[in-house]
């Protein structure tokens, strides 16, 4: 059964404190993504990853960290220097190049008070 | 930034009927592309249409790309209560598969 899991569904955090989401797939591809989702707003671009032990900043890095030791797995942590962390967020995957599809997880609603 | 722009619209529609929707960005792209969401729940890629292509189909689906106008639309026909979801453009600049999401519409198709 492939695809890509997330995992909590739902997290809650106390101000302050780092929290790691997980994301793995098993569906052989290169490249992972993790995403932002704010209510009523697109998608946007937190890291990405196209090749084991290699990841790049999107459009808002900070505050947050990656790894990417295993091809199958891509862990987002967010910092307590993200100052504003509650959100959705997406992780996704697809293969490595030009036009393949993104093949996104089900989400975790990270919510910190 | 933000390269996809949907038209900031939400839209409701009875069963049966059909669905437009568009999307303008602002630089050039390699490709375009159209994902679903049902509330809560992850992005479903829906089409994928590349630079050098006009229109494509898939199933009720139809997509539509002019580069001179850098805009894209989607049309869902015969829509079913099922359709009910956000929909959102991603442009593909550099062709490295980095998408840039507009904020998507929401449609509602009413049974």
């Known amino acids: 059964d492939g695809g890509i899991t997330q995992s909590p569904k739902y997290l809650f955090r106390k101000e302050g404190q780092n929290v790691t989401l997980s994301c793995e797939q098993n569906?052989?591809?290169?490249?992972m993504y993790w995403y932002r989702q704010d209510p009523g707003q697109g998608l946007r671009l937190i890291y990405y990853s196209q090749i084991v032990n290699d990841f790049q900043k999107g459009d808002i890095a900070e505050g947050y960290s990656v790894s990417r030791e295993k091809k199958e797995s891509f862990p987002l942590t967010v910092t307590s220097a993200q100052k504003n962390p509650t959100a959705f967020y997406l992780c996704a995957s697809s293969l490595q190049g030009d036009g393949y599809e993104q093949y996104f997880g089900p989400g975790t609603r990270l919510t910190v008070t | 930034s933000q390269q996809g722009e949907e038209d900031p619209q939400a839209l409701s529609i009875q069963e049966g009927e059909n669905a437009t929707m568009n999307c303008s960005y602002k630089t050039s792209i390699n490709n375009l592309q159209w994902y679903r969401q049902n509330s809560g729940r992850g992005l479903v890629h829906l089409i994928l249409?590349?630079?050098?292509?006009r229109e494509k189909h898939s199933g009720r689906l139809r997509v539509t790309l002019d580069t001179s106008k850098k805009s894209s639309s989607l049309l869902i026909t015969a829509s079913r209560a099922a359709d009910t979801a956000s929909y959102f453009c991603a442009t593909d600049r550099n062709g490295n598969n980095r998408l840039a999401f507009g904020k998507g519409n929401q449609v509602v198709v009413i049974p």
């Open positions: 249409i590349r630079s050098n292509e």
């Open positions: 569906l052989n591809h290169d490249a």
